[in-house]
């Protein structure tokens, strides 16, 4: 494995530079001083973050060579021999259907990526388990073949460095002769590759599924990544072997002939390889392998592996392959140190003017307190007045109602059209015990009272919905009033937490702020409307331009006074008993003119009704007020929170002003240290690009190569 020290130590060189301008970019960090002989650090969290990623990718190998070729060919024992030890259990490989990517990890575990996402930037799906899981879950079933068919490929994590340490990623994939999707994974894979690892099972070479993959993904390519192993090769007689030899070399021949015509005899014999994986595991593995005459050791030496393994090394380190790895990085790092420079100047800016402008900033806000706080009482009165006119509003209308049912309840039941014999009046009296019996002959005078209110307290519901909507249009005149009132202060103050209250947290919706520029925000009035806890879709039908906000407001108050009346008023049992004793007293007074029965009877429930309607009245409001009462806190909610935020503030400016008054000092510390930072990271560019490309950078090509 000599042949990758210049890769590692590339590798090594590449990662420490990477850490270094991590440190730089990342939060303050006084341990580190000791390192450094400063404090590293510009608060620039994304930009390390990033950083951090890639690093994390770099651990896992910067080489990635895909193993594929027939099932049964050993795959998976060639790839453990590699590895020296047997980490592709037949539970992983031999057992499943799926890519399976080998690479360094501190403990041993499993990713499984579901298809149907970017799984480099890390949007698919994941699940992590350990082997045992993947075992019990991802095992062949025949019962269930298609329990692969969401799985896109899985990531073993290993703890043991392995083959050329952290450098290579081994990728074993199904065989050649799987689905078409499973193929077409592996192609993607191969895509990507390093070097492409083709094995052949020697006992059965070539067969149809062999020759139709060879020809349709290596012949006539000129893919000199390509490698192809002939393993079981000490399975075959002596004969056998010198067959499959010149078999290999018919079957390959377009793969090494160029657009010439011409047979490449080095890179065929630099490619091609006859191996006994099996026992070549087991020498390096220090086992030893039954034999007729006993237990034997394995010689690794006349396995072929070796040959294959030094040959597969010097292929991925040269031509500068490793350095392909990381050219990559230098745009995006030459990126991050200009974002790294115009954090300096705005923090060394923030140090020179930062004194003078927070006082005046301070000045500002103090000359705006007093207007800021009569805005927010003024937003609360609105909420209030609002309120108490509603419900005036309603308790007249309800006044208003109940007098027009007092003043007509007469004249409305006087020629009533219910035929109510003399017969009917005794059969009452006499089944009054009858409940059932007593329902059905007293159903069409209930149902006569019933509708009669309905139809009065839906008259009340017409008007009082107008009342309602006039107050309401005063309230939202008056916020537009207030927000413009606080957008024309210009002070840095955000409602954004009320969109939590408004929404749930809804995706889809613009930021919340004073202004409200964006047409899909939310102005101050659909916020506070929204707090009240109406139905979703009401609110958001608002903000959205369907239904104005007002209208949905109206729509959902009145909607629950009528539900309230229908439920507590209306719905009541119209007083059966009240209709049986009615009738009673006509019987023993003998009243039996013929067309006043039904209408006496309904004029003389006026009294009782009335009362009950009266009786309920007081409720109702109730009712209404606490429907409203959610307008009130919403108020109370935004000013609370916008006085929360006045007081963090003034909080923050004076403890800013404080601490830099305090640390006159702080501009020539910042200075020198920023310094340093810009220093640091302008070397560690230029020793990547010194390393890759065999050139230092000046600031100035630094600057060009992010752009």
């Keep these: 494995m000599d042949n990758y020290e210049?890769?590692?130590?590339?590798?090594?060189k590449m990662q420490s530079c990477l850490r270094i301008y991590a440190d730089m970019l990342g939060p303050l960090a006084p341990e580190k001083e000791k390192i450094y002989g400063f404090v590293p650090g510009l608060q620039l969290s994304i930009e390390k973050q990033t950083l951090e990623k890639q690093l994390d990718k770099l651990e896992e190998g910067i080489f990635q060579v895909l193993f594929t070729g027939g099932f049964n060919?050993?795959?998976?024992t060639l790839l453990n021999s590699l590895m020296r030890k047997e980490i592709l259990r037949a539970a992983i490989t031999a057992e499943t259907a799926v890519i399976t990517k080998i690479v360094f990890g501190q403990d041993e575990s499993i990713t499984v990526y579901m298809k149907g996402g970017d799984n480099r930037s890390g949007s698919a799906e994941s699940v992590e388990m350990n082997v045992q899981e993947f075992f019990e879950k991802y095992r062949v079933d025949q019962k269930d073949p298609g329990k692969f068919e969401k799985v896109d490929y899985v990531v073993l994590h290993q703890p043991e460095e392995g083959i050329a340490g952290k450098l290579v990623q081994l990728v074993d994939s199904p065989g050649t002769e799987n689905s078409i999707v499973d193929t077409q994974a592996a192609r993607r894979f191969a895509e990507s590759a390093n070097a492409i690892v083709h094995l052949i099972n020697s006992t059965m070479p070539f067969i149809q599924e062999d020759k139709e993959y060879i020809a349709s993904h290596y012949s006539n390519k000129q893919m000199r990544n390509v490698f192809f192993v002939c393993n079981r090769f000490d399975s075959l007689s002596e004969s056998a072997q010198e067959d499959l030899k010149k078999a290999v070399r018919f079957q390959l021949k377009d793969v090494f002939t160029d657009k010439d015509g011409r047979f490449d005899e080095e890179l065929f014999n630099s490619r091609v390889f006859y191996t006994d994986a099996y026992h070549s595991l087991y020498a390096r593995l220090g086992k030893k392998v039954k034999t007729p005459y006993g237990m034997m050791e394995c010689s690794d030496d006349i396995t072929g592996v070796p040959e294959f393994e030094k040959s597969l090394g010097e292929y991925l380190t040269d031509d500068d392959r490793d350095k392909e790895a990381f050219r990559g990085y230098m745009s995006q790092l030459a990126g991050k140190y200009v974002s790294a420079v115009n954090r300096i100047d705005n923090i060394l800016d923030n140090y020179r003017k930062g004194v003078e402008k927070l006082i005046e900033e301070k000045e500002d806000f103090e000359g705006k307190k007093d207007q800021l706080g009569m805005i927010i009482s003024q937003i609360e009165e609105s909420c209030r007045n609002c309120v108490f006119g509603i419900v005036s509003s309603a308790k007249s209308e309800y006044n208003s109602t109940m007098n027009r049912i007092n003043t007509g309840w007469d004249n409305h039941f006087k020629n009533t059209s219910i035929?109510?014999?003399?017969?009917?009046?005794?059969?009452?009296?006499?089944?009054?015990?009858?409940?059932?019996?007593?329902k059905e002959r007293t159903k069409p005078f209930a149902d006569e009272v019933q509708k009669y209110v309905k139809d009065e307290f839906k008259v009340m519901g017409e008007d009082l919905s107008r009342s309602i909507d006039a107050y309401l249009k005063t309230l939202e005149r008056q916020l537009s009033i207030q927000q413009a009132q606080l957008e024309g202060l210009e002070l840095p103050i955000s409602i954004d937490d009320l969109r939590w209250a408004l929404l749930g947290g809804a995706e889809g919706h613009g930021t919340i702020d004073i202004k409200g520029t964006d047409k899909n925000d939310a102005n101050l009035f659909q916020i506070i409307m929204g707090i009240i806890g109406m139905d979703p879709e009401i609110i958001a039908g608002g903000i959205n331009g369907k239904t104005s906000t007002s209208k949905a407001i109206v729509d959902f108050l009145v909607k629950n006074v009528m539900e309230y009346i229908a439920w507590y008023v209306v719905a009541w049992p119209i007083g059966i008993g009240m209709i049986v004793y009615r009738i009673a007293n006509m019987v023993k007074g003998m009243k039996l003119q013929k067309n006043s029965r039904a209408a006496d009877i309904l004029i003389g429930m006026r009294e009782e009704t009335v009362g009950v309607l009266e009786t309920e009245q007081d409720r109702y409001i109730m009712e209404l007020e606490n429907q409203l009462a959610a307008v009130t806190r919403a108020g109370v909610t935004m000013t609370d929170s916008i006085r929360s935020q006045v007081g963090d503030y003034e909080t923050s400016l004076d403890d800013t002003i404080s601490k830099l008054k305090n640390q006159s000092e702080n501009l020539e510390t910042e200075t020198e240290r920023t310094g340093k930072i810009k220093e640091l990271l302008q070397k560690s560019i230029s020793e990547m690009n010194q390393m890759l490309n065999n050139?230092?950078?000046?600031e100035s090509e630094i600057l060009k190569l992010a752009v």
């Design 6 to 12: 210049k890769s590692k130590e590339l590798s090594q």
């Design 73 to 76: 060919a050993g795959k998976s």
């Design 419 to 438: 035929k109510f014999g003399f017969g009917d009046m005794i059969g009452l009296a006499w089944d009054k015990k009858n409940d059932a019996k007593v």
């Design 695 to 698: 050139a230092p950078l000046t």
